[in-house]
Every structure is written in structure tokens, then in C-alpha cells.
């Protein structure tokens, strides 16, 4: 069955480390994004990235970094810039152009130690 | 730029009937609605597009009006299985890459 997949489910981070959050797809999808979700804030989009090797920063990119080497993969560094970092992070895939619905993944629950 | 969705919690008898809404200061593509149990992804319900295109959940329906950027979910005699967070997610069109702008949700409670 094809899918999003995201791991690790939990991580914990300490002061000054840099952290990666793994998001990968089978859908064949050329779209992939990342949100960070926090209580009562709903979604808000960090970074997405339309096509292998190019990315575009979001509303709240700051202390994050990504990649897009390949077309399934989409991994999300947490910098130690980022000095809030404990959120929900869902990855999410969709089909290129307008109205195409995203698929998301279960989500890491990041925490700092 | 991020929709404001309207309320941000109701609570319901089974059976009973809710709507949802959202609007947005930006002219839109698209309007997407995603519903959210507790500690679980976003589940995609329906898309609506300029033009009236709808896509999406046979049971749950929805409108949007383009020129008061304003979207709105009908929930109709709903089941406790429609308890969760809904969120609406506006789309700018190609300029911003379809990327979506989530409003902040409203939590919805459906009880026996």
C-alpha cells in the first residue's frame, strides 16, 4: 500500500544539537511539505519543496533545514537555532498543481530534554 | 494570512447538525478541509475549487464563496465518529506553490 512514513514517532533533543526528522513517500508524489503544529495554533508550514534538489521556505522557516535529494524523501533538520522546537512535525505529499489534496504522515512528537 | 475559522468549539448530541466556517483576507485557489483526531494526522475530507468544482467525502458537504473568500462545512446529522479538530487550509494559487495556509481549527465534540 502506498503511503507517507515518518520517523522516529518520538525524539528527544538536547540544548545545541541538531536533530533530523525522516518523511518518505511511495505515492509518487512530486509535492512534499512540512508543518510544525502546535496547541491551538493549527498547522504552519516550514518548508516545501515542488521537485528534487529545489525547496521553498514557509511561513516559519527559521531554524530549520531540508533537503530533496530524491523524490520519496523530504528530511527535516532541527537546528540548534530553533529555540522552540517541542512540536508535533507532520510531513505531508501531493500531486503537483492546484487543488490537489496532501496526504499526511503520522507525525513526530519532538521534545526538548 | 492565515484563515480564521469560526467557532473554535462546539459540542453536539448525535444527530444534530454543525457548520463550520472559514475565511480568508487573500483571494483563493482552493479551499481544503482536513479533519484531526487526537494525536493522529490530518485526514483529508474535501477540496473546493474556484469555478465550484467539489472533491471529496460523499457525506459531509460544504460551499465556497469566491468573492467573499468565505468557505463552510455542513455537518449533518452527525456521529460520534465526526468528533475531532477541523481545520481548513486556503491555497493562493501557483505564486506560493499551492502551498496551504491552515486556519488554527475548531474542535468538535459529538456525545451520545
Known amino acids: 500500500d502506498g503511503g507517507i512514513t515518518q520517523s522516529p514517532k518520538y525524539l528527544f533533543r538536547k540544548e545545541g544539537q541538531n536533530v533530523t526528522l525522516s518523511c518518505e513517500q511511495n505515492l509518487n508524489h512530486d509535492a512534499m511539505y512540512w508543518y510544525r503544529q502546535d496547541p491551538g495554533q493549527g498547522l504552519r508550514l516550514i518548508y516545501y519543496s515542488q521537485i528534487v534538489n529545489d525547496f521553498q521556505k514557509g511561513d516559519i522557516a527559521e531554524g530549520y533545514s531540508v533537503s530533496r535529494e530524491k523524490k520519496e524523501s523530504f528530511p527535516l533538520t532541527v537546528t540548534s537555532a530553533q529555540k522552540n522546537p517541542t512540536a508535533f512535525y507532520l510531513c505531508?505529499?501531493?500531486?503537483?498543481?492546484?487543488?490537489?489534496?496532501?496526504?499526511f504522515g503520522d507525525g513526530t512528537r519532538l521534545s526538548i530534554l | 494570512q492565515q484563515p480564521v475559522q469560526s467557532p473554535q468549539a462546539v459540542i453536539l448530541r448525535e444527530g444534530e447538525d454543525a457548520v463550520i466556517n472559514c475565511s480568508s483576507s487573500?483571494?483563493?485557489?482552493?479551499v481544503h478541509w482536513y479533519r484531526q483526531k487526537h494525536g493522529e494526522a490530518p485526514v483529508f475530507l474535501m477540496i473546493?475549487?474556484?469555478?465550484?468544482e467539489q472533491k471529496g467525502h460523499e457525506k459531509i458537504s460544504a460551499s465556497f464563496n469566491e468573492k467573499k473568500q468565505q468557505s463552510s462545512l455542513y455537518l449533518t446529522a452527525s456521529q460520534l465518529s465526526y468528533s475531532g479538530t477541523y481545520f481548513c487550509g486556503t491555497e493562493g494559487g501557483s505564486n506560493s506553490g499551492y502551498a496551504l495556509n491552515f486556519g488554527k481549527g475548531t474542535s468538535l465534540l459529538v456525545t451520545p
Open positions: 487573500k483571494a483563493l485557489y482552493s
Open positions: 473546493l475549487l474556484k469555478g465550484g
Open positions: 505531508a505529499s501531493s500531486f503537483l498543481g492546484g487543488g490537489q489534496p496532501q496526504h
